[in-house]
């Protein structure tokens, strides 16, 4: 992505067009790893919901809700995973209109290939920035995250 005459500058890329495209070298990489362990059906967004859950210990309700899709697409998604073998829902035993979802011996090692594709990416940048670079991108997308929220709230607008 260096300057040149067919190139931009870095400075006059908008950021939302660079966010847009890196995100591609975290999906590609994931996309890879999944294929390579025979994952080849997992749905949209199954990588986001099995890793967090799986490497992150995160709820299923709490990924899906920060994907922003409709509730329909959540429910679809969610049935998707099941239906794959990838997460098994039972009864919450002290609310039967809640379910319980827990990833299966398959969705586990579909999480730990999206976490070898995710790591993958991860190291690479690291080598490319260097760590003190690596921690203020961080940072700049953690600050990216709050103004976000800042702007939901102000929305009123809790999704």
Known sequence: MADSPDCP????????????????AYAFSVRQ?????????????GPYVLGGMVNRDGSASDLVSQLGISKQAASRLVDALVESGYLERAEDPKDRRRAILTATARGEAAAAATHAGVTEVDQRLERSLGPAELTALREGLVALIDIADQMRGDLGDED
């Open 9 to 24: 500058s870095i400075d006059d890329i908008p950021l939302p067009a660079l966010l847009r495209h890196a995100r591609f």
């Open 33 to 45: 790893e999944l294929l390579a362990a025979g994952f080849d059906d997992l749905p949209r967004n």
